[in-house]
């Protein structure tokens, strides 16, 4: 499976952001990032895309992010034009706190890059809301191929507002009742917060007012997921970081990342990504 870096678009390590039009004419076979994520708006055409072992279809209107570790292809394209944006997530950390306790900021950038496997999850906008879109989009690609003085913070100031309304277009298509919207972003907020703790469904439910059966229901039929789970992912991912970027010893990324067993993390992260974390050490080095 090919793996693509970012430095392939951009030799900018101040700015690790790339942004361009694209689209394929030909199957583009199966590939992951290695250390970025990527937005995609399809302007045009159509495709299908593979998500790890699960298949969906992509039309205009469409847009999604890809996460870093997550294979993925398209296959059948026709007249099929997309934007990439790729960015490293910690772009994300630095948004205001009001968008980051947005429910619609959470599914579309944080929780379906990690789960977003089934068509219904995709955000789908209207020929109005993509036209918006792609004339903002056209000034983000006509601000870094110019690139004048200050150049980085307008795109960086952009891409800020871009998040910010596709993710109020995410909200608005929202079927869920305002309760379970409250328990939800409860329970999202306390296990991003906590994730390196030992806590429970239990310890979840409680805090969001809720309880542990109901909590688990309506958080998989909003995310495909529950919340042990995305709570495993999210130590995963901080293990993924932990391995990619330090020399600590297995043991202690393990402890570091909210697993007190080493022996169990390493099971989950082999059940995950298919490879042991020393392995997947060694493959970030190559």
């Known amino acids: 499976m090919k793996k693509v870096r970012l430095r392939w678009f951009t030799d900018d390590k101040e700015f690790p952001f790339f942004i361009q039009y694209g689209g394929h004419t030909e199957d583009f076979p199966l590939h992951y990032h290695t250390d970025f994520s990527e937005l995609v708006i399809v302007l045009n055409g159509h495709a299908t895309h593979i998500v790890n072992d699960e298949i969906s279809f992509i039309k205009k209107g469409h847009a999604f992010v890809i996460n870093g570790e997550t294979a993925h292809a398209y296959l059948d394209p026709c007249d099929f034009r997309i934007c990439n944006i790729m960015y490293q997530p910690e772009m994300l950390q630095h948004i205001g706190a009001d968008l980051i306790s947005f429910n619609g900021y959470h599914e579309l950038f944080v929780l379906e890059p990690l789960y977003r496997n089934k068509t219904k999850n995709h955000l789908y906008m209207s020929l109005t809301d993509l036209e918006y879109i792609e004339a903002f989009i056209d000034g983000m690609i006509n601000e870094y191929q110019i690139r004048q003085p200050g150049y980085k913070t307008m795109l960086t100031s952009k891409f800020t507002e871009l998040v910010t309304y596709l993710s109020r277009q995410r909200e608005s298509t929202r079927k869920s009742t305002q309760e379970h919207i409250r328990h939800l972003a409860t329970a999202l907020s306390y296990i991003e917060d906590h994730y390196l703790d030992q806590i429970s469904l239990e310890d979840i439910a409680l805090h969001s007012n809720i309880s542990p059966r109901h909590l688990n229901r309506i958080f998989k039929s909003h995310y495909q997921t529950s919340p042990i789970?995305?709570?495993?992912?999210?130590?995963?991912?901080?293990?993924?970081?932990l391995l990619r970027l330090t020399q600590l010893p297995i043991t202690q990324v393990s402890y570091q990342s909210g697993f007190n067993d080493s022996n169990y993390f390493t099971r989950r992260f082999r059940s995950t990504y298919g490879i042991s974390p020393k392995q997947f050490?060694?493959?970030e080095l190559t």
């Open 281 to 283: 050490r060694q493959r």
């Open 229 to 241: 789970a995305y709570l495993q992912r999210l130590r995963l991912e901080r293990a993924c970081n």
